[in-house]
């Protein structure tokens, strides 16, 4: 067998750069063997999720006081808001009817003295037509006895 035959092999696969693949093999165990706890690894997990359930907790309260509080300020500011408003327009108000009634008191009297006026002035009209009426008649009868004389 002089001539030994030389198998053909087929192309290889690129060596992968990554350590961890080319250190497992492929149909192996996946899993990376992790160390079994210790009783005291439990435990200070369990004190660990424990301070954080009592963080949350307080978080949680500490979070309701807060919004609780904010409820109570704004439902105030509201309020006070509300009576300060209606203070306000209540006030308005009344400067609105104390205006108008100075106003109207106002009218009343300018009207009230011009009727006065008018009626003074009509009354010295009448004086003074009858004035010379009584005059003009006092003239006639003087003028009539002297024409009789």
Known sequence: ?????????AAKAPKSTDELESSEPVFGNCFPKLPVDSEAD????????????????ADVLAEAD?????????????DSEADVLAEADALAEAD?????????????LAEADVL??????????VLAEAELLIESEVITLSMFKLSIE
Request: aromatic fraction near 0%.
């Open 1 to 9: 067998m002089a001539n030994k035959l030389i198998p053909v092999i």
């Open 42 to 57: 439990v435990l200070a997990e369990a004190d660990v999720l424990a301070e954080a359930d009592v963080d949350s907790e």
């Open 66 to 78: 807060v919004l609780a509080e904010a409820d109570v300020l704004a439902e105030a500011d509201v």
């Open 96 to 108: 609105v009817l104390a205006e108008a009634d100075v106003l109207a008191e106002d009218d009343v």
């Open 116 to 125: 006065a006026e008018d009626d003074v002035l009509a009354k010295a009209d």
